[in-house]
C-alpha cells in the first residue's frame, strides 16, 4: 500500500501585498500546445514514488468534449465537517470538498462567505482530465473527527481518502485541512497512472464590485509565485497587433516542481501544497458567475497536475 498526504488551505489574503506582487511581476504564460498523443494527466492526489519524469501535463482542450467513460448515476451524500472558523461540506460526488464556508466572514446581504460551489470541482477530486472531468460515487463516511471516502477502480485498485483539520494551538483562524491519500492495488498486475489531476474548485468575486484582475490562478516554484487572472482567457490585441492572442477555454502549462497551486479572488484563497512531491503542471478555466445577471463578471476553476506513478499488486 502507498500513501500520501496533502494539504488544502482556505486561507485569508491579509493586506492583499503578497498579489499586489503578482500583479505587478506577471507575465503571462502561453497555453500549453495541444499533444500530438493523449498526455499523461498528472497526479491529483496520492504522490507514489513517480517512477518516471513527470510528463508535459495535462490532456489537450480538444478532448474536454467527450469523456472516455460514462458514470452511473447515484445519490449524492454530504457529510460536514466543522470547527469554530470554517464549515466544510464534502461530497461523494469524486470525493471532496464543496463548499468551504468561512464562519467569521460575511458577503452581501450578511450571508457567510462561501469558498467554491455544488456546481463546480470538488476541492481535493482526483481527476484525470479536469476540461472532461468524471466525478464517481465515492463511499463516504464519518469517522471520528474526519470524513473518509473509498472508491474501487475497474483495475482493482482501491482510493482511500480522508479529510481532517490539521492540529492548532491557535485559538482561532484554523483553515487547514489535510487529505491523506492511499491507494491498495488489490489486482494480480502492476498498476501504473501515466499521470493525474487534483482539483482546486472554483473561486470567484465576493461583492460585484472587486477587481477581476485579483480572479486568478497562482502557483509558486522556488518560492517565486506566478500566475494568470481571468482576462487571460478573453484574448488580447497585443500592442498595434504585436502579440496579439485569441481567446482561449482553457489554460495549461507545464511548471515542473510548483510547491503549491490556488484559486483566489480579491479576499481569499484555496490552495493544495502536496507533501510528498510537487506539482508538474497546472489548469484553469474561466466560467460564468450567474449572481449578478446585469454584469459580466467571471470566475476561475483549476487544477493541479501531478506525475504519474506505478504501484505493485497486494
Given at each position: ?167 492548532s494551538a491557535e485559538a482561532k483562524d484554523n483553515f487547514v485541512t489535510e487529505l491523506d491519500v492511499d491507494l491498495e492495488n488489490g489486482g494480480a498486475a502492476p498498476y501504473a497512472n501515466p499521470g493525474y ?118
Amino acid at each position: 500500500m502507498d500513501r500520501t498526504a496533502w494539504i488544502a488551505v482556505i486561507l485569508c489574503v491579509a493586506g492583499l501585498v503578497l498579489w499586489e506582487v503578482y500583479l505587478a511581476r506577471q507575465i503571462r504564460p502561453k497555453p500549453l500546445a495541444a499533444p500530438g498523443t493523449t498526455a499523461a494527466p498528472v497526479s491529483s492526489t496520492p504522490v507514489i514514488a513517480p517512477s518516471a519524469p513527470p510528463s508535459s501535463a495535462s490532456p489537450a482542450p480538444e478532448a474536454a468534449a467527450v469523456a472516455a467513460e460514462t458514470i452511473p448515476p447515484f445519490q449524492e451524500a454530504v457529510e460536514t465537517l466543522r470547527n469554530s472558523d470554517v464549515e466544510l461540506r464534502l461530497t461523494n460526488r469524486g470525493g471532496g470538498i464543496a463548499e468551504a464556508i468561512l464562519l467569521n466572514h460575511k458577503a452581501e446581504q450578511n450571508a457567510h462567505v462561501t469558498l467554491n460551489s455544488s456546481d463546480r470541482l470538488p476541492i481535493g477530486a482526483i481527476i484525470d482530465n479536469p476540461a472532461a472531468p468524471l466525478l464517481p460515487e465515492y463511499r463516504i463516511a464519518r469517522e471520528g473527527d474526519a470524513i473518509r471516502f473509498e472508491r474501487t477502480m475497474s483495475e482493482r485498485v482501491t482510493i482511500r481518502k480522508k479529510f481532517f483539520f490539521q492540529k492548532s494551538a491557535e485559538a482561532k483562524d484554523n483553515f487547514v485541512t489535510e487529505l491523506d491519500v492511499d491507494l491498495e492495488n488489490g489486482g494480480a498486475a502492476p498498476y501504473a497512472n501515466p499521470g493525474y489531476f487534483v482539483a482546486l474548485g472554483g473561486a470567484a468575486s465576493i461583492h460585484p464590485k472587486d477587481y477581476p484582475s485579483y480572479t486568478r490562478l497562482v502557483w509558486c516554484i522556488d518560492g517565486k509565485a506566478k500566475g494568470i487572472d481571468v482576462g487571460w482567457f478573453g484574448g488580447g490585441s497585443g500592442f498595434f497587433g504585436v502579440g496579439q492572442r485569441a481567446a482561449q477555454p482553457f489554460y495549461q502549462q507545464n511548471v515542473a516542481g510548483a510547491e503549491w497551486v490556488a484559486v483566489s479572488n480579491q479576499f481569499f484563497t484555496t490552495l493544495i501544497a502536496p507533501l510528498t512531491a510537487k506539482a508538474a503542471s497546472t489548469w484553469a478555466r474561466r466560467f460564468d458567475v450567474a449572481r449578478w445577471p446585469d454584469q459580466k463578471i467571471f470566475g476561475v476553476e483549476g487544477a493541479l497536475g501531478m506525475p504519474g506513478f506505478q504501484l505493485q499488486s497486494g
